[in-house]
């Protein structure tokens, strides 16, 4: 059973930066990618940003250029720093693993984290 496991959510200073980190276990084979989501209230699930095991980045715009993704294919885990972060950027954020084969993909989901940007 694959579980993935999210922290460092919590309250967060506008301006202010956070950093959450997600580690996988499990059984695992050919990962493509790992990454975060979010879902604030009455909003659809969007990407914020995501890494290839190769090291390909991929960012929101509303984050790009605040915030970095970093993976650790060893300990197939994915960190998310953002930086200067804004009220509209509290949400759950939701950790994703991608893998598998062209005729057997996989995806995994974290139970997810609670970020609130507030004064």
């Known amino acids: 059973q694959v579980q993935l496991v999210e922290s460092g959510g919590g309250l967060v200073q506008p301006g202010g930066s956070l950093g959450l980190s997600c580690a996988a276990s499990?059984?695992?084979?050919?990962?493509?990618?790992m990454g975060w989501y979010r879902q604030a209230p009455g909003n659809r699930r969007e990407l914020v940003a995501s890494?290839?095991?190769?090291?390909?980045?991929t960012y929101a715009d509303s984050v790009n250029g605040r915030s970095s993704i970093t993976i650790d294919n060893a300990k197939n885990a994915v960190y998310l720093q953002m930086n200067d972060l804004k009220p509209e950027d509290t949400a759950v954020y939701y950790c994703n693993l991608q893998g598998g084969t062209w005729s057997r993909p996989y995806e995994h989901w974290g139970q997810g984290t609670q970020v609130t940007v507030s004064s």
């Open positions: 499990g059984s695992l084979s050919a990962i493509h990618s």
């Open positions: 890494i290839t095991t190769g090291g390909r980045t």
